[in-house]
């Protein structure tokens, strides 16, 4: 496939670095959003979404979050080993949106935004009760670039809720769930394509 469509050659060199990060922010979406509840050494909960988020691993299951700066959910997954992956869905997108607020470290956002929690079940912090899905993970270790840090957190229990559930697995639909764009701009779900991987024999038939 060609196309003689005239593009905008960019060198990351030649860019101040935030420009070109949110350059690279408008084009690397949709990006799905890590809610991510920690628990300080002091005891107190936090909660923020991160919008670099992916697998790592699937066997061992292993996930990771960016934190951009050195912020609480960093300091409190590394301190103390343990963070949860809670999902960000259209229904709880006003509380993600005001829980990436900036509030000192020795503030619960729960408690300040009125985000109901409840006990996770293999590790400490909490899991946002109003959320269809809680991952809780050990923190498996870390990268460093700069001034970002990429979090490793290997899954240690999943928690679905029977109300997002067809039959035993997820439907995409009922989950709702929420991704970053560029600027401040978030999306849904939008149409849903189903399309098979081909088949070695059958692709070589087709490229024949």
Not at 81 to 101: K, M, P, Q, W
Not at 167 to 190: F, Q, T, V
Request: hydrophobic share 40%; aromatic share 6%; with cysteine.
């Amino acid at each position: 496939m060609t196309s003689d469509r005239a593009r905008r050659e960019l060198d990351s060199r030649e860019l101040p670095a935030g420009q070109f990060a949110r350059l690279l922010k408008a084009v690397v979406v949709p990006r799905p959003i890590a809610w991510v509840s920690t628990t300080s050494a002091e005891g107190v909960d936090n909660l923020a979404p991160h919008s670099f988020f992916t697998f790592a691993s699937e066997v061992p299951p292993v996930l990771q979050f960016t934190s951009i700066g050195h912020k609480d959910s960093l300091r409190n997954a590394t301190g103390t080993g343990e963070f949860v992956i809670n999902l960000a869905d259209l229904g709880n997108l006003d509380a993600v949106n005001a829980s990436g607020t900036a509030y000192p470290p020795d503030e619960d956002e729960f408690a300040a935004l009125g985000i109901e929690r409840e006990p996770s079940v293999a590790v400490r912090p909490p899991r946002v009760a109003g959320s269809p899905v809680a991952i809780e993970c050990r923190t498996e270790g870390t990268v460093e670039f700069d001034e970002s840090v990429v979090v490793f957190g290997r899954v240690v229990h999943l928690a679905i809720s029977e109300a997002v559930l067809d039959g035993d697995h997820p439907d995409i639909g009922k989950l709702a769930p929420m991704a970053r764009l560029g600027r401040n701009e978030w999306s849904e779900i939008g149409k849903v394509h189903r399309i098979d991987r081909i088949p070695l024999d059958r692709a070589r038939r087709n490229g024949s």
